[in-house]
């Protein structure tokens, strides 16, 4: 089994929807991270999270919010999507104890808004 | 300057050359730096951490230069399947919370052709 997964996989929605991306992990890392990949942008950070009660806007984070629900479970929300959001959508995981302090990722979420 | 910059290719490379990336970052209080791989529309994968004295994992050669700020990937006797997107990576190096993110390089195309 997968050590990071990512639910959905593949997501088609309409403008001004609500729409939850969920990530789970079993590598037992405390910190998780939400990017978004676009052609020609590369990955960008969205929001990232240290633990539980942590949570930190990254780079891009306007439009988005996410819940740490657990140390295994992070979710990025879009309150109300728009088309400039499709795009690749990746979580990732990393070890606070384990230099130097590489990151894991996910399958992938690709969400299309339309 | 970006912060994470390389030469976004593609590279179309036969079976059996040596071919060399290379790449540039403008934080000089970076403290890691690695190489991921991306195939198509897939997730990031680490590839290779890379270290001041330089490293070698097989038939590929990381090296970092922390004066120029330069680092760079050397893969000797590609392989078809080493076509992929190749991510330079670097920890931004800030302080507090921050130093764990990481900044991604959009990446350089490889195609290895038979």
Redesign the interface.
């Known amino acids: 089994d997968a050590d990071v997964t990512q639910t959905p996989r593949n997501r088609i929605t309409k403008t001004g929807k609500r729409i939850m991306l969920e990530c789970s992990q079993t590598k037992g890392h405390d910190?998780m991270y939400w990017y978004r990949q676009d052609p020609?942008?590369?990955?960008r950070?969205i929001y990232?999270s240290?633990d539980v009660k942590?949570i930190?806007k990254?780079e891009i984070s306007d439009g988005y919010s996410v819940s740490r629900q657990a140390q295994a479970k992070f979710s990025l929300s879009l309150e109300s999507a728009i088309p400039n959001q499709t795009a690749?959508y990746?979580c990732a995981t990393?070890d606070?104890d384990r230099?130097?302090?590489?990151?894991?990722?996910?399958?992938?979420t690709?969400l299309t808004v339309l | 300057r970006k912060e994470v910059e390389q030469d976004p290719g593609p590279f179309n490379v036969p079976e059996g050359a040596t071919v060399a990336f290379n790449c540039t970052y403008s934080n000089s209080a970076s403290?890691?730096f690695?190489w991921y791989r991306q195939d198509c529309?897939?997730?990031?994968?680490?590839l290779m951490?890379v270290y001041s004295s330089g490293n070698e994992d097989g038939r590929f050669t990381a090296q970092l230069n922390r004066a120029s700020q330069y680092i760079s990937l050397l893969i000797r006797d590609s392989k078809l399947s080493d076509s992929a997107t190749y991510?330079c990576v670097v920890?931004s190096g800030h302080s507090g919370?921050g130093s764990?993110?990481?900044t991604?390089?959009?990446?350089t195309k490889l195609s290895v052709i038979p």
Do not use: I, M, T, W
């Open positions: 910190r020609g942008l590369g990955l950070l990232y240290f942590d930190n990254g690749l990746f990393s606070r230099g130097p302090y590489e990151q894991f990722f996910g399958p992938g690709r | 403290q890691s690695f529309r897939k997730e990031p994968k680490l951490s991510l920890n919370a764990y993110q990481l991604f390089g959009k990446g």
